[in-house]
């Protein structure tokens, strides 16, 4: 494994509910270029070597497999869940829908396939951290 991120090394922004995130983060994006297994992959990799913040989509199409890389990174020991934040999106389909978009995020944590999410962050504005 190459060199490790250090951990104190890493810009953070501290949300309003004092919460610090990682200012850096690993983007899950593969457009036609990659597919879901080496996202995924990419993922666990980036999660070894110091990456805390993993930026999803479910338009990405593959949460799932990110969620089986986490899932193997906390089995390994190789972070703690509190150390990981995991962030995806409402689209347009959801947001200008009657469900509201902190009913779909929870929905999203009991029944999607990226397990993990255990804090959610809704913004309506570009004014979310301090």
Request: positive net charge; contains cysteine.
């Amino acid at each position: 494994m190459a060199e490790i991120i250090e951990q104190s090394r890493i810009p953070k922004r501290t949300l309003v509910d004092g919460s610090k995130v990682p200012a850096i983060g690993l983007g899950t994006f593969g457009s036609d270029k990659y597919n879901s297994d080496q996202i995924a992959e990419a993922v666990y990799g980036g999660i070894r070597a110091g990456y805390r913040m993993i930026d999803c989509a479910s338009v990405y199409q593959n949460e799932n497999r990110i969620g089986e890389s986490i899932e193997r990174v906390l089995k390994e020991g190789i972070v703690d869940r509190a150390d990981l934040f995991i962030t995806s999106k409402v689209w347009n389909d959801i947001a200008m829908s009657k469900t509201p978009h902190t009913q779909y995020l929870c929905m999203f944590a009991r029944h999607g396939n990226l397990f993990y999410h255990s804090k959610f962050i809704v913004t309506t504005s570009s004014k979310w951290y301090n």
